[in-house]
């Protein structure tokens, strides 16, 4: 299994700004995801974040608000721009083996004043 | 919509006993099963993994596949108060992992 980082942890922002997660793994990996998971809720895909090309995007979450870079196959940033309270959440990355096993990031949570 | 449906819980077994998680998917063209154990603040940790139809044992954990009810569940047996969390079913397809919304386990001590 992957051994994966995310950084930061937590963060408390104010309404209006923005935050970039960062995800690092240990290893090259061809897939990389990023979910969010809400208080008591389950995991919700935002998006693929593909190497070399644009992330592919869930319905519902749009690249003006949640852009994402995947400059190579260990790395990759989530940026929650123009954030409102609603954005508070934990926001996880994950990999995915050849089987479709999936190794999560540790996770960020956020809080937006 | 590929979905994956589970009973939110809580299930509630006392300590020792055996636990039944249950779960259905609709998309017959997923291919791989998973069960993630997710605690309270963590992200989810991959328990048990399944690819076709039976009975997969791995120490007190038995996952079951049945494709033709698209039927997936987890038993856990000699419940400890330590297997109290949240347990997610996934299917995998088409490049994707679609997640239920989880089942809360309780092992009353």
């Known amino acids: 299994s992957a051994v994966i980082s995310q950084k930061p942890s937590r963060d408390i922002c104010q309404r209006g700004t923005s935050l970039t997660i960062q995800c690092q793994v240990d290893s090259q990996v061809t897939m990389m995801f990023w979910y969010r998971q809400q208080p008591g809720q389950s995991l919700t895909l935002i998006a693929t974040?593909?190497?070399?090309?644009?992330?592919?995007?869930e319905s519902g979450f749009v690249i003006d608000k949640f852009p994402i870079s995947r400059p190579n196959l260990t790395f990759s940033t989530l940026t929650v721009s123009n954030m409102s309270p609603e954005d508070s959440s934990i926001y996880l990355c994950s990999v995915v083996s050849g089987g479709g096993e999936q190794f999560f990031g540790p996770g960020t949570r956020l809080t937006v004043l | 919509q590929k979905e994956v449906e589970q009973n939110s819980g809580p299930l509630s077994v006392p300590e020792g006993a055996i636990a039944s998680l249950n779960c259905t998917y609709s998309d017959r063209g997923s291919q791989s099963f998973f069960w993630y154990r997710q605690y309270s603040g963590k992200s989810p940790e991959l328990i048990m993994s399944i690819y076709s139809n039976g009975d997969k044992e791995d120490g007190r954990f038995t996952a079951q596949l049945n494709k033709a009810s698209q039927y997936v569940s987890l038993l856990i047996r000699d419940s400890q108060p330590s297997d109290s969390a949240t347990y997610l079913c996934a299917a995998w397809g088409y490049q994707k992992v679609t997640f239920g919304t989880g089942t809360k386990l309780q092992v009353i001590p």
């Open positions: 974040a593909n190497q070399g090309s644009e992330a592919t995007y």
